[in-house]
């Protein structure tokens, strides 16, 4: 089965980033529940481990939040090799997104 691997830099803290990757893999359940079949996901100290099912393909992998990265590694069919490029700039974006530190608000400008 073709390997997806890929690394997220970020400035959060392992405890930050894993909640906010926790958090975030609970939307994401919610909103594809229609979706996926046969999901199994369990957190371990720091790294999330993940299978399922959609589209009669299985995927399957693990992400680890280290104290400055976040490590994805995922197995994928050999029918999503054709969109691995896409997949990962995908994630990619949206974990990068979710790990970014949000801007400090600005203060109203005096008159």
């Known amino acids: 089965m073709p390997k997806l691997s890929l690394e997220v830099s ?3 803290g392992q405890a930050e980033a894993a909640q906010r990757l926790k ?26 481990s993940f299978a399922f099912q959609t589209m009669g393909m299985a995927i399957s992998g693990t992400v680890a939040v ?8 995922a197995n994928l069919p050999f029918a999503a090799m054709l969109f691995k ?9 949206e974990v ?16």
């Open 23 to 48: 958090a975030k893999f609970a939307a994401v359940r919610a909103e594809y529940q229609s979706q996926v079949k046969g999901l199994r996901e369990e957190w371990l100290d720091h790294t999330f």
């Open 66 to 73: 280290e104290p400055e990265k976040v490590r994805l590694a």
């Open 96 to 111: 990068g997104r979710l790990l970014a530190v949000p801007r400090a608000a600005t203060a109203p400008a005096e008159n």
């Open 85 to 93: 490029g896409t997949i990962e700039e995908r994630i990619r974006h």
């Open 10 to 12: 970020h400035v959060l």
